[in-house]
């Protein structure tokens, strides 16, 4: 080779090094995320939405906005994720209902949970309380299961729609307790605690965030909790396991996935950083005034969780012989 050549292919290989500096995963983020929510905002998903895109945002200078898309039992919201491009700037709330609940509800998704995303790491846990309106005469899981077996089908519960999270807590502790009662869906959190508060509905179960301000008030009666230790929160509630039915746990989850294909180097990024923004110290405060269990679990772990949850409720789907409205 003369020299002339040799210069040629010593300049070709530098010009090559701003475009290997410059590859996806090391320039990321390099413009504004957007954080998919498939409910309202004001909802615990959405407010933990906004406590992470606002940590991420100033870690990385890079604007991370949250896109409200509510509707169809979070499938909505849920499926525009799964069809976005895999490219890091597009991710979606990973919620219980959506990954957990919904495959084993519905015969038909447009969107697979397992294969069309892929697993960041799981945000939070949320415990199920039973809740009970202050007029209702039972004040424990054993009076509430005396009064249902004094009058089958004559008890309702309330929940925030057929199919969430609250509908099959509820359905699951009806099977363990032998009981038959009423299902009556409602609009979200507001309607159906307005409802148990004027005495018009006796009983529902519905997340944690939710319920601590009105039992703490007294606005509503707590009556046990669905995890299987109690919660710190309320710790003064029994468990559903220990009110007599051992080995009951229904915990919701809030995590964050990408779609499918997303690149590994950017999912490492993005799972690196998240769980750095749940320890830090304002986060977990913020996140325990919540009611939150933080997790910040791997990838694996989180996808291996959502496997574990969708057997899980379409047991409990079956058993129940539950079908989506």
Request: with cysteine; proline share 8%; charged share 15%.
């Amino acid at each position: 080779m003369n020299a002339s050549g040799f210069s040629v292919v010593v300049i070709g290989a530098f010009c090559a090094l701003p475009a290997l500096a410059q590859s996806p995963a090391e320039s990321y983020p390099s413009k504004p995320i957007r954080v998919i929510v498939q409910f309202q905002p004001g909802t615990s998903t959405d407010i933990l939405a906004r406590v992470l895109s606002q940590k991420l945002t100033e870690a990385w200078g890079k604007q991370v906005v949250v896109d409200n898309r509510p509707g169809a039992a979070a499938i909505l919201g849920t499926e525009l994720g799964a069809k976005s491009v895999p490219d890091g700037y597009t991710l979606v709330m990973g919620v219980s209902s959506a990954f957990g609940i919904n495959p084993g509800l519905y015969k038909k998704l447009p969107y697979d949970a397992v294969k069309d995303f892929a697993p960041i790491t799981n945000l939070a846990l949320v415990a199920q309380t039973l809740v009970a309106s202050p007029a209702f005469a039972a004040k424990t899981v054993k009076e509430l299961v005396a009064a249902a077996q004094a009058k089958p089908g004559q008890v309702n519960y309330a929940s925030l729609g057929s199919g969430s999270t609250s509908h099959l807590t509820m359905e699951m502790f009806r099977t363990a307790a032998g009981i038959q009662i009423n299902h009556v869906p409602y609009k979200g959190s507001p309607a159906a605690h307005g409802e148990l508060m004027g005495g018009n509905i006796p009983i529902m179960f519905d997340a944690m965030p939710a319920v601590l301000a009105h039992v703490k008030s007294g606005k509503l009666l707590g009556l046990a909790v669905s995890t299987a230790q109690r919660s710190t929160f309320l710790p003064e509630l029994p468990t559903i396991a220990e009110s007599g039915y051992p080995g009951f746990e229904a915990t919701g989850w809030i995590g964050i996935v990408a779609p499918a294909r997303t690149p590994q180097p950017i999912v490492a990024r993005l799972h690196g950083q998240i769980v750095k923004t749940l320890n830090a110290p304002d986060v977990k405060e913020r996140l325990n005034t919540l009611a939150f269990m933080p997790v910040g679990d791997t990838p694996q772990q989180f996808g291996k969780f959502i496997q574990s949850e969708i057997a899980k409720w379409t047991k409990v789907i079956d058993r129940a012989g539950i079908k989506a409205d």
